[in-house]
């Protein structure tokens, strides 16, 4: 029997909570069927936090996130939050965690499965096959940056400021962890920023290019910039291996990529920080859609996204791979067999609300494990 592993579930709002309701399923299957034992704590983020606590997240969920082995994460945001002051928004619960935990690099794959290359908005030949990796710095830049804020200017018109700052460590550490993956997937990174007006991003591009010059020669390096990385991402998207970028563009391409694959309803991500003495990252694992507060409550998210970001949980913070390829290829059948969401319904397949893509998830792997 393997030692107990330590994980935080932090179900957030709109359709965090039922999505991980489906994977606290999967999670006792394997406490059953595989002898993977959790020792599994709960807490209230986002929204449900600012109603019981007045605040996005307690000091005490903080603590309990630095002191697990992972964190699985729901979603946060809710319009009924839309126009508070930002230390009130339910989006700081993630930022802070990101920012105490020294989560810094974000991992967020790009992958088609081959049974939903049609529910994308681009031509199948574009598309299927697609595997890239974008790689977003997390805890730096124009997130973080400071001076920020609105100030009020004598003539009573008002400043909103903003500051995008990196230093040469950030931009190490983050391409470093993107020459890593590179060399165990197809071998190439392209970095990217703009270097063309900003000096930040002039100073990514130099600290990159020395760094694969000193220590990664092997693998191939470009640079873009981020407008044309864009553009390149829908023109063509299998161009690509990783991608490695800063806060900002990482945001914005990554829901870019995503889109390429169908759904956002499909794909996981993780967020690392620097190894400790022992080789251990701390690490949160969560979908990168939102909370969709306009499907919440009705049974009808797609499940998945946070099913797979179990996976990665489980290959990147505990060695599991195996037991992460099950949950994928699980998914994969059921894809196969034709049970979709609303989010990826397609002619001729079987809708399923979300507790109904559980259940088919379920019996899945029931037949994998048999
Ligand atoms: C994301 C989200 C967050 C971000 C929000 C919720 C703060 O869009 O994880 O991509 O902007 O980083
Ligand atoms: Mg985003």
Known sequence: MAANKKMLILPGDGIGPEAMRQVRRVVEWFDKRRAVRFDIKEGLVGAASLAKHDTPITDAVMRDALETDAV????????????????????????????????????????????????????????????????????????????????????????????????TPEIERIARVAFELARKRTNKVCSVEKANVMHTGVLWRETVAKL????????????????????????????FDVIVTDNLFGDMLSDLASMLTGSLGMLPSASLGAPDATGRRKALYEPIHGSAPDIAGKDLANPLATLLSFAMLLRYSFDLADDAALIEQAARKVLAKGVRTADIMQDGATKVSTTGMGDAVLKELDTLAA
């Open 212 to 239: 694969h010059a000193a220590e990664y020669k092997d693998v191939q390096l470009s640079h873009m910039y981020a407008d044309n990385c864009a553009m390149q991402l829908v023109r063509n998207p299998k161009q």
């Open 72 to 167: 699985l994460f729901g979603a946060v945001g809710d319009p009924k939050w839309d126009n508070v002051a930002f230390d009130k928004k339910p989006e700081r619960a993630i930022l802070r965690l990101r920012k105490e935990m020294g989560l810094f690099a974000n991992l967020r794959p790009a992958t088609v499965f081959p049974e939903l290359v049609a529910a994308s908005t681009l031509k199948p030949e574009v598309v299927s096959g697609l595997d890239i990796m974008i790689l977003r710095e997390l805890t730096g830049g124009v997130y973080f940056g400071e001076p920020r804020g609105i100030t009020t200017l004598p003539d009573g018109t008002k400043r909103g400021v903003d500051t995008q700052v990196y230093t």
